[in-house]
């Protein structure tokens, strides 16, 4: 069965400063693989997606993630940190051979001024 | 267009109570899903519907529960509630379940209802 592991349940960057975010997914196949973000009272929106064929994939607000088979990582990064990427950031996987999404235990990102 | 909606988005019940909770899914979303995260485990997969049947389990009880109508509309129940079950319970719909989660077809996540447990 597939598990994803987000190392840091919470990582503090400076405003202006480079954002990363680690995510490693465990799965025997191809995974599909996410990034949510959830703000203070309020459900789960997607930034981004790997599916298929590229694999660096783009998001809104300016996030991107790199999809590594060989690393078998899913990292989210931002060049430039705003105050309002203050949320918590949950990485999912999801294969066609187990068909349930698996989210990891999330990481609040907290931008220092 | 309407996003996911969730009711009611906070509630407070006791020990042995049960409760109910409503979601309602994007216009012709007809697939809803149902989690459960708190501090301590995260996010967790409760159950899947998909044209009023349900297509996928997660690990948990048989005192959660849950139905889809004809609407797509879904409800959870949880029966004889204990303090574990305080929890944020989000509701994610999307046009077809499971994978492909290609194209449009993605979760869409609702605002959660808040339920303590006394």
């Known amino acids: 069965a597939q598990s994803v592991t987000q190392l840091g349940s919470h990582v503090s960057v400076s405003e202006g400063a480079l954002v990363l975010l680690r995510c490693n997914y465990s799965?025997?196949?191809?995974?599909?693989l996410f990034w949510y973000v959830q703000y203070p009272n309020q459900g789960l929106q997607l930034l981004l997606k790997?599916?298929?064929?590229?694999?660096l994939v783009k998001g809104i607000n300016g996030f991107e993630a790199e999809f590594k088979k060989s690393e078998t990582s899913f990292h989210l990064t931002k060049p430039s940190a705003h105050m309002s990427d203050a949320a918590e950031y949950f990485c999912?996987?999801?294969?066609?051979?187990?068909?349930?999404?698996?989210f990891g235990k999330g990481t609040r990102l907290h931008i220092l001024p | 267009k309407a996003g996911v909606t969730q009711t009611p988005r906070y509630l407070i019940k006791t020990r042995g109570q049960q409760v109910t909770l409503s979601c309602s899914p994007i216009?012709?979303?007809?697939?809803v899903s149902w989690y459960q995260q708190t501090p301590g485990q995260g996010l967790q997969f409760l159950f899947e519907?998909?044209?009023?049947?349900?297509?996928n389990k997660g690990n948990f009880p048989g005192r959660f529960s849950g139905r889809q109508f004809s609407n797509s509309r879904s409800e959870m129940n949880v029966s004889t509630l204990e303090l574990g079950d305080s929890a944020l319970y989000l509701c994610?719909?999307?046009?077809?379940?499971?994978?492909?989660?290609?194209?449009?077809?993605?979760?869409?996540f609702g605002a959660g209802s808040r339920l303590t447990v006394l």
């Open positions: 216009s012709g979303h007809r697939s």
């Open positions: 799965s025997s196949v191809p995974p599909y």
């Open positions: 519907y998909f044209s009023e049947t349900q297509r």
């Open positions: 994610a719909s999307s046009f077809l379940p499971g994978t492909p989660y290609s194209g449009a077809n993605v979760l869409t």
């Open positions: 790997y599916t298929t064929g590229a694999t």
């Open positions: 999912a996987v999801i294969t066609n051979r187990d068909d349930k999404i698996i």
